[in-house]
């Protein structure tokens, strides 16, 4: 049974309105607006308030304030039962948060139905709300499970990307730092031009975190290059430099073996990482290798991929050379744009050259 909590300092008042809802509701009474909120603060529950204004002491306008401001009891519907008749009145009373407003004298059909709508409207509020909260709790339980998923995915995929440097790493001892750099030259670059009208909608952000990811594997065929050759301290012969170039193809094959399998499961994140393996030794101008494309045939993370490996190796001591300083690095850089490199690529590297000297300096050898 519904509880109706009826404040009124007229006895007779109070009488009348027990009288007409005792058949149908528990009927609680107060003769004053102090009393009333001692019973509430006490531990009352009314389902609705019926509460008439002109009282002795607290107003009924400023109960009303009162128990709409004291977030345990807003919710509760608050009738107005008032001799006042003015709009004003009326008008005032809604604004202290009162949901409706009955005038004196009343007629007990209209009382009686106006409370059914009102608690009917709370009840549907109070649905709503659950409602609302169970979605909620759903939403929540769904996202966690998708992060959870997306966790372990990325876990899957750094595991791979991983193993596969692990590999490179075995083979030459200076691929660890080499690796470093680069992948951070790419991001470098790919955020530096994420806003040029040639790659905008190409590089956003989760292209980036890819291109970042896969650009360790860019020399993972050189595991299938002899020793004798890889660690060769001189210039290698003319075909020495031809069982070179095939780390390109090897790398290439190696990760889209592993692409077609990840592919079954509903995961290609090597698609760029082959992309780079593949082709970061083409070069603009399509003299380059091993398939001698040229310009925007190339793809995006390989040309991005070239000015950063092309970089790192000028910079690095090798054991066929001595590192370039990062000044004859740049020059050599823009000897290259339209030729070895995408000129606007390039033109960002020289652009955000004091970033590329940030990295080498971080991730030196």
């Not at 009303?64 to 345990?72: L, N, P």
């Not at 006042?84 to 202290?96: H, I, P, T």
């Not at 009686?112 to 709300?129: M, N, P």
């Not at 360790?216 to 430099?241: C, R, S, Y």
Request: glycine letters at 6%.
């Amino acid at each position: 049974m519904k509880r109706v909590f009826c404040i009124d300092d007229e006895p007779v008042s109070l009488l009348v309105l027990a009288d007409l809802l005792t058949d149908e509701f528990d009927v609680t009474t107060a003769g004053s607006g102090e009393a009333a909120m001692v019973l509430l603060h006490d531990g009352l529950q009314p389902d609705i308030i019926l509460l008439d204004i002109i009282m002795s002491g607290m107003s009924g306008y400023e109960l009303c304030q009162k128990i709409k401001s004291d977030s345990a009891l807003r919710e509760i519907p608050v009738l107005y039962i008032s001799s006042l008749a003015s709009g004003e009145d009326e008008a005032y009373g809604l604004e202290m948060g009162a949901e409706d407003f009955i005038h004196k004298p009343f007629h007990p059909p209209v009382v009686k139905a106006r409370i059914h709508t009102h608690l009917q409207l709370a009840d549907a509020r109070k649905q709503l709300q659950r409602r609302n909260e169970d979605l909620e709790a759903l939403v929540v339980e769904r996202t966690s499970a998708i992060v959870r998923k997306t966790e372990q995915l990325l876990a899957a995929q750094s595991a791979i990307i991983s193993a596969f440097c692990a590999l490179a790493e075995t083979r030459d001892e200076e691929t660890g730092n080499h690796i470093r750099r680069t992948q951070h030259y790419v991001r470098a670059l790919a955020e530096a031009l994420r806003d040029h009208p040639r790659f905008k909608t190409a590089l956003d952000e989760p292209t980036i975190e890819l291109y970042y990811r896969s650009a360790p594997l860019h020399d993972i065929g050189k595991v299938a290059i002899p020793d004798a050759i890889l660690n060769k301290p001189g210039k290698l012969t003319a075909e020495e430099w031809e069982i070179m170039k095939t780390h390109a193809y090897h790398g290439y094959n190696a990760i889209a073996i592993t692409e077609r399998s990840l592919m079954e499961a509903g995961d290609n994140f090597l698609k760029f990482a082959r992309e780079i393996a593949y082709s970061h030794h083409e070069k603009w101008d399509g003299s380059g290798y091993p398939q001698g494309l040229a310009g925007d045939a190339i793809p995006l993370s390989a040309r991005l991929m070239a000015v950063a490996d092309v970089y790192d190796a000028l910079i690095s001591r090798r054991a066929y050379k001595a590192p370039f300083t990062h000044e004859t690095a740049m020059e050599i850089l823009a000897e290259g744009v339209g030729k070895h490199f995408d000129p606007d690529i390039a033109t960002a590297a020289l652009r955000i050259g004091d970033r590329f000297r940030e990295i080498a300096e971080q991730f030196a050898d």
